[in-house]
């Protein structure tokens, strides 16, 4: 699965990054502690925070995730935003909160199982 | 120049996580005793204990900066003050603007008061204080520089509440006065494995909740006298100024 079917069928909106739209997806992971995520997140998944500063982009590309998703409609910063795009990483946003997000995402990912 | 013995990170009564016995007479009182030249009031996302404290230490010989630590979005704690009570206001309006609406539970967090030299209760903040105000660390630092204060991340490598706990690493855009390193959560072992901190001048204080942690940890500084400006010298290790590490 792509990110750009998880866009589709979880009815995200892309805020930036287009150009990784066709990232593989692998998994997801659920944090708002960049220490945490930076510790334990791995390559090609989707990760779902709450978080908005520009620091966000800067470990999403470190750690290789394939899209950032923004939940409860929060507002990216703007050099969130910017660095999204400098690094190919989609940045994306819901209206779901955590939990929810994170357990479409999950139905999604084990269906195609 | 003089060395002076600094603890900067102090609450009093009106955190709700402060001790009842942090009233202004017994943190003058107890800094005193620890050998304290300065001191730094602290408290969670308000600045109304401050004014108080420092007419206190006026009166007994202790210099007592005026600041606040602020909570920012990201649940980062920052350590911030001001050299003057006209700018203390601006900043209090800014905090009042920006902390949320969520009313304090005094039987679970704790009471939230301040207090005169008597003991007397003056006003009491019905807002939780211990929330995170509604602006990012950039936008907080930002204030504070348009307001000319000192910005400090507070207890960096605390496992909560820090910029390295929430952020991951320092944000590029963030110039800090200093680092701070507190007394109750790791100290030098940790700071040699991050070079990128090497820039920073390093503070360290005590994050005192209750009198008896008062100058439990503390910094020296080399300066002519102990007040703002000299301290901001220091920060920077200007004019001969400058933190001696511990």
Known sequence: MKVCDIIEKLNLKVIAGEEGLQNEVRGGYTSDLLSDVMGNADEGQVWITLQTHRNVMAVASLKEVAAVIIVKDLEADENTISQSNDEGIPLLSSSMQAFELSGE???LLAEKK | MKRYKADLHIHTVLSPCGSLDMSPVNIVTKALAAGLDMIGITDHNTT???????????LKGLYVLCGAEVTTKEEVHCLTFFENFEKLAAFQVYLDKYLPNIPNDAERFGYQVWVNAEEEIEGQEERLLISAI????????????????????????RPSFSVYSQLGFMPFGIKPDAIEISARYALSEPLNNHPELKAYTVLHSSDAHFPEQIGHHYSLLEMRAPDFQELRMALQGTKGRKVISA
Do not use: M, N
Not at chain 2, 48 to 58: D, F, L, M, P
């Open chain 2, 134 to 157: 509604d602006q990012s660390i950039d936008e907080v630092e930002h204030t504070v520089r348009q307001l000319e204060g000192l910005f400090i991340p507070a207890h960096i490598f």
């Open chain 2, 48 to 58: 109304r204990q401050c004014a108080e404290v420092h007419r206190v230490g006026q």
């Open chain 1, 105 to 107: 995402l999950y139905k």
